[in-house]
């Protein structure tokens, strides 16, 4: 256990509409990341933070922003959810101190109509 | 970039018999690989990893790999299956980005199946 929680964990939204979801750690690490989980995919990075506002985009990006405001919050937004963003997301953050290792969140089903 | 490419989507083996899932890797220096499980409707658990100390990596729950440099390959090996081993299985390899943050690239998983 990581200590990482994520909000909400299922989560039924229409088209349109403007999603956030959480993610928290209790152990202050300063590397966090958000991946979807898609059939056929295996998992694929949206975004990443190296530290409190510090963000950069990773292979999926497109119609996702983030913000870390603090250490322990990792914040995923759609601006305007499509069914294609239909997908289990997932937090993650990277150990210390073996630097290469990442810890998965429990994840949050997002559904969108 | 770095790229794994898992060769089986699904395989079923008996329980009490070895399993063994394939992974081979892409890469222009030399990796840290990583294999995670997925049990269903849960998050992913690290089973074991490869970081350059050691080529045979021994992980949790009985599991082992061995990183194999002439043969690209980072293959999951079990000498006999349990139930409890039914699940999704990603190898994954890191990548470096910039300001010495890294990402995981996953392979597309392989669902093992265990049958009486």
């Known amino acids: 256990d990581a200590g990482i929680t994520q909000s909400p964990r299922h989560k039924v939204t229409e088209t349109g509409t403007p999603v956030t979801l959480r993610c928290h750690q209790t152990?202050?690490?300063?590397?966090m990341y958000w991946y979807r989980q898609d059939p056929g995919h295996g998992l694929r990075l949206i975004h990443y933070?190296?530290?409190?506002?510090?963000?950069d985009k990773g292979e999926v990006s497109d119609g996702y922003s983030v913000s870390r405001s603090k250490t322990e919050d990792f914040l995923l937004t759609l601006e305007s959810a499509t069914s294609s963003q239909t997908s289990v997301y997932f937090c993650?953050?990277?150990?210390?101190?073996?630097?290469?290792?990442?810890?998965f969140g429990p994840g949050t089903r997002l559904l969108v109509l | 970039a770095q790229s794994v490419t898992q060769l089986d989507s699904h395989v079923s083996v008996s329980e009490g018999t070895p399993v063994l899932l394939r992974c081979n890797y892409s890469?222009?220096?030399?990796?840290?690989l990583f294999w995670y499980v997925q049990h269903p409707n849960k998050g992913l658990q690290l089973l074991l990893k490869?970081?350059?100390?050691?080529?045979l990596v021994k992980g949790i729950n009985g599991f082992e790999a061995e990183f194999k440099k002439s043969e690209t390959s980072f293959h999951l090996t079990k000498p006999s299956a349990h139930m409890s081993d039914a699940a999704e299985y990603f190898c994954?390899?890191?990548?470096?980005?910039?300001?010495?943050?890294?990402?995981?690239?996953f392979g597309t998983g392989t669902r093992l199946q265990v049958t009486l």
């Open positions: 993650a953050i990277r150990g210390t101190p073996e630097l290469e290792t990442q810890y």
């Open positions: 152990e202050n690490h300063r590397y």
């Open positions: 933070s190296y530290g409190v506002k510090d963000t």
């Open positions: 890469s222009s220096y030399s990796p840290s």
């Open positions: 490869y970081t350059s100390a050691a080529t």
């Open positions: 994954v390899v890191s990548d470096l980005l910039a300001g010495t943050a890294s990402k995981l690239t």
